[in-house]
């Protein structure tokens, strides 16, 4: 009796998958891996700071090699995963997937080289957290402890594939560093050098933000769109907020939609903005009234 029950429910669960497309993966062998991602971006994190995870002893004088070696793992599990995205992509798209192999080793080598550059600007957004946080007590605590830090380096990294079109693979990085950090950047926005996100949890940046120099923001800060019912036929367009050099946007802040918040700003915590502010002003809420009440005394 048991057997034929589990027989009925099996049935059951098999006839709901029928016709379904994207939310099971049957007869599909061209996704990308979850986990082999996150292991590739450890991989790259390694590069950009090394030895920082202890998985490796690192010295000056193995530092070629040790580099060497993982940047080879990198290129060869890379590109197999950038392979397994595109020919996704061309499956949905009922394209010819011939090239996809060519153009994923290229992606892979795009890269591959950009991570000195990557690299570089991380080294600016430690400067920054440093130079913004007396918390702080080195630049070694800030890569080892710093969720926003995380954050960054995840998205600089998962920013370049986006560049390149690669589908799937950055937002699957994205969301590694959104579940440990609670920090959710899309890798479509834009950002420039020396961010700093102090704390970070809850803090939301939209795909098509654009985020200049020297900004900093606190946690709870969402950079987000207007209209999101409109769905699909926002797609590509910009509806996020651009934030000028030198912004600061402090705690629980919402910007809403395609305006500019000028440079030298400073934004309040806990305000709702959906229009451009200018530069160099400082933006808050009216003062609120505080409402005291006697406690009451015990009998």
Not at 139 to 145: P, R
Not at 184 to 213: C, L, M, Q, W, Y
Not at 224 to 243: C, D, F, N
Not at 249 to 277: H, M, P, Q, R
Request: with cysteine; aromatic share 6%; net charge negative.
């Amino acid at each position: 009796m048991e057997n034929d029950n589990i027989k009925n429910i099996v049935k059951a669960i098999v006839d709901t998958y029928q016709g379904d497309s994207g939310i099971n993966f049957i007869d599909t062998t061209n996704l990308p891996l979850r986990d082999r991602i996150r292991e590739i971006l450890d991989l790259l994190t390694e590069v950009v700071f090394p030895g920082y995870t202890g998985a490796r002893d690192i010295t000056s004088s193995n530092i070629s090699f040790v580099i060497g070696d993982i940047l080879c793992q990198v290129q060869n599990q890379l590109t197999e995963q950038v392979e397994r995205a595109f020919r996704h992509q061309c499956r949905l798209k009922q394209c010819n997937s011939d090239g996809c192999r060519v153009v994923a080793e290229e992606v892979t080598e795009h890269l591959l080289a950009q991570l000195p550059k990557i690299r570089n600007l991380l080294k600016t957004d430690i400067e920054a957290a440093f130079a913004s946080d007396p918390a702080a007590s080195s630049f070694e605590e800030i890569v080892l402890s710093y969720p926003g830090l995380k954050a960054i380096t995840t998205h600089r990294i998962a920013h370049e594939l986006y560049l390149e079109n690669v589908p799937l693979i950055p937002r699957i990085m994205g969301e590694r560093a959104h579940h440990e950090t609670g920090i959710d950047i899309h890798p479509g926005a834009k950002i420039g050098e020396r961010f700093f996100i102090d704390h970070g949890t809850g803090v939301v940046i939209g795909e098509t933000s654009i985020i200049g120099n020297n900004v900093k923001i606190y946690q709870g800060v969402t950079l987000g769109a207007l209209a999101p019912a409109k769905g699909q036929s926002l797609r590509g367009v910009k509806r996020h907020p651009t934030i000028e050099d030198d912004v600061t946007i402090y705690a629980a802040a919402t910007i809403l939609g395609d305006v500019t918040i000028g440079k030298g700003t400073i934004i309040s915590g806990n305000v709702w903005i959906k229009d451009s502010v200018p530069a160099g002003v400082i933006v808050s809420m009216s003062r609120p009234e505080l409402v005291y009440i006697q406690k009451k005394s015990k009998k």
